[in-house]
Each structure stands twice: as C-alpha cells, then as structure tokens.
C-alpha cells in the first residue's frame, strides 16, 4: 500500500509540474521527443529495409543450400574472382545423383536449372521476358511453389520428362485472360506443354527480385529439350543442387561439411587443391546488403543523442524548479515521517514521468511515419523499437533527475519548512 501511495503521489506531482508552465515543460521535452523520433525512425526504417531485403530472398527457401558454379558473393570477401569461378565445371546430373545417394543430413533435395527471357504462346496470344525453370524431383519441397489452381507434377512426369508446365499467375493471366488455363496446352520454343497448374499471386518484392508471377515450371528432363546443361566450362545455362537440411542441424554446417566432402571426393581433389565449385546460402547475400544499413544506425544514434541530451538539461532544470518551488512542502513531509527515499522516489519518478511523456510523442511521430506509402518498402514500427525508445527515454529521465532528486532527499526539514 506504501509503494502504490508513493507512486500515486509522485504521479499527482509530476501532473501539476505538467500543467503548471505547459510552455516550459514542452520546450523541455522538445529535445526527448525529437531525439527519439530521431533514433527510433532511423532504427524502425533500417530494421523494415533489412526484413524487406530478407523477405525478397525468400524466392530461394529456407534452410537451403546451394551447390553451383558461381559463389552468390565474393568467397573469403573483398574480391570477386570471376576468372577463377568462371573455370569451374558445371554441376551435372551424376554429381547430383552421387550426392542423393550419400547425403544423410538432407530432407530434400532438387536438381534444377534456370533460364531468362522466354516467350510462352498460346495461339495468338504471348507473353515475352519470362523466366522458365526446369524443375527436378523434390523442387517444390526446397522452394514455396503455392498453387492457385491445378496440381504440382507426378514424379512420373519428371523423369520421363513429360511436356507439363506450372505458370506463374501473371503468365496465366496473360494467356488466358478469361478461361481457365488447367488442361489447356501452351508453346515453349514451338514445343507444345499441358498446363497442369497456376501459381499463387506473389507480388513485387521490394529488391525486385525474381517473382513467381512471371516464371514457368517444366520437368528437368524436359527443359534439356529445350537446352543444353552439360558439365562443361562454356555452357550458357548451368544447372545447380538445392539441398535442405534437418531441423536438428543447427546453421546448416553438418550438411555443408558433408556436401563439402562428398563433392571433392566426387571430382577427385586432392587436399591442398582449392574447391572447384560453390556451397551458397541466401542469407548470405541478405547479410551482405543488409550490413550497409549499421552505419545509418549510428547517424541516427548521434543525432538522437544530442537532441535528448538537450532535452535532458531541459528536464534536470524542470526538476530544480520544482525542487525549489515544493522546498516547504518537502519539509512538512519529512517533520511527519518521510525518508529520504520517499523523496527522492519521487522527484526521480516525476522526471522520469516527464521524460516519458517526450519519448511517447516521439514514438507516435514514429507511428505516423509508417502510416506514408513507401511504394514496396513497408515500414513496421515493431514492439522491439518501442521498448527501446520507452527504455531510453526512462535512464534520460532517471539521469536528468537524480541529482534534484538528490538535493531534495538531503534537505534539512526544519530549513525546508522556514524557506520562502
């Protein structure tokens, strides 16, 4: 009952020194409120970018790695040897056979092959620039292929390398604008193909990273109808393994260790001898760009310190003035039994009060800035942020104040109660 009549009282307190120089009070949180608005807007933006970057890689799964030719980014850092990389085989079928065959720390795992810039016809109608996949078996359990309408393909029709073909949702908009595409036949390099289903909208990401919406999904088999994915350095197209790992391996490094040592035992390497082919992880290249984003951070750190070091002073001299103004008040308290702590709780939570009240319209300024469009960029001020600015703005408060707090805990009752 104490500690709650303490804290009612210092609230009843903090209110009146509130509202008894509105003007001063808010010139003097000025400086939290802006210093918060400063550091959580940058904070709150720097988080949303790094999610909006990570989520525009979320085309290449999760817990997925990725044997290839190419390194997603430079190996080792600094940088990219693409002389070196660019002699490198091409991962072949074999190899991705042998890998099946011994891997044990896999859920799955997907041959499969890209190539840009297609036309997909269906009579009159077409649709350029369109990316087209060959797909081997496992592809939909590494990557999130959400059908809208028809079905994912039989394990029969990717070995044998049936003429079947999953769109992406704008494809199938643009081919067939007012009937359903499911069981119709399209032209892939004057090949005919069975749509069999439709991909989900997805939507632009805000990297403009490749998009469901306008990629088509054939066999692997069959797309080497179409083109030529041998083993060979000058290959135009390269095709590349998507291995998923276990639940229970933690950062992937037991099924990268075992990759690591199957593929070079697979191409013969002898141990002093450099990798001749590529273990690569999304995060990787969301980790790359991302890290650009801490030096803004720390801009916005030093602007927001000065502004709430401003608005410290502001409050450490609110704190005096009341001091001063309650210098009887606090003797009565104390000639009637009040410790010194009671007092200086008090004083200590009125600035810390005060400060908060800076730090909450801060945050709400913060607020509003998520509410302007940023096109593909969506801005969330998240919980993290908000305990952040609400934490910060209490030790601004708890430091502007302890020192008033201090002086009025030391007072000497019977010179509290005389003064003027």
């Known amino acids: 009952m104490l500690a709650l009549r303490l804290v009612l009282e210092s609230f009843s307190f903090a209110w009146k020194a509130l509202k008894s120089n509105i003007l001063r009070t808010i010139l003097s949180l000025l400086g939290v409120t802006v210093g918060i608005f400063a550091i959580i807007a940058v904070l709150t933006v720097v988080d949303s970018l ?15 790695l990725y044997v ?11 940088e990219f040897k693409w002389w070196e990389y660019w002699r490198r085989p091409t991962p072949s079928v074999n190899e991705f056979k042998f890998l ?23 009579d009159n109608n077409s649709i350029g620039q369109i990316g087209l996949r060959g797909a081997g078996l496992g592809y939909e359990n590494i990557f999130e292929i959400n059908l809208d309408q028809g079905r994912y393909f039989t394990a029969d029709e990717v070995e044998a390398g049936r003429n079947m073909v999953i769109m992406g949702f704008e494809v199938a ?17 004057n090949l005919k193909f069975k ?16 998009s469901n919406d306008y990629t088509t999904i054939i066999p692997y088999n069959s797309f080497r109808k179409l083109y030529q994915t041998g083993t060979g350095t000058w290959n135009e197209l390269q095709s590349m393994f998507g291995v998923k790992g276990n639940e229970y ?11 690591k040592g199957l593929m070079r035992t697979r191409r013969g390497l002898r141990p002093g001898q450099k990798d001749n082919f ?12 991302s890290g650009l984003f801490d030096i803004v951070g720390m801009a916005g750190w030093v602007i927001g310190g000065f502004s709430m070091l401003v608005g410290g002073f502001g409050i450490a001299n609110i704190m005096f003035v009341s001091v001063k103004e309650r210098t009887p008040i606090i003797g009565l308290q104390k000639s009637l039994g009040a410790k010194n702590y009671f007092i200086l709780f008090q004083f200590l939570f009125e600035a810390v009060f005060l400060s908060l009240i800076g730090g909450l319209a801060g945050l709400v300024l913060v607020y509003l800035l998520t509410l302007i469009p940023f096109g593909s960029l969506e ?17 601004i408060g708890l430091v502007a104040g302890i020192v008033p707090a201090a002086m009025a805990a030391r007072l000497d009752p019977v010179a509290a109660i005389r003064a003027n």
């Open 68 to 78: 290839n030719k190419w390194p997603f980014v430079p190996e080792g850092g600094g």
């Open 379 to 395: 801005v969330v001020l998240t919980v993290k942020n908000v305990v952040l600015g609400l934490g910060v703005s209490s030790v």
């Open 50 to 64: 790094e999610k909006n970057i990570k989520d525009s890689f979320n085309f290449l799964g999760t817990g997925v």
């Open 278 to 289: 590529s273990i690569n992880r999304p995060e990787a290249i969301a980790n790359a760009i």
């Open 100 to 122: 099946q065959a011994n891997l044990k720390n896999q859920s799955a795992m997907a041959i499969y092959a890209p190539k840009g810039n297609n036309v997909i016809r269906k």
């Open 195 to 210: 749509v069999v289903g439709v991909i989900k909208r997805q939507g632009q990401s805000f990297l403009g990273t490749p």
């Open 249 to 259: 391996d933690i950062g992937l490094v037991e099924l990268e260790n075992e990759i």
């Open 173 to 189: 908009k643009a081919l067939f604008p007012d009937q359903s595409p499911i069981g119709e036949f399209v032209k892939i390099r």
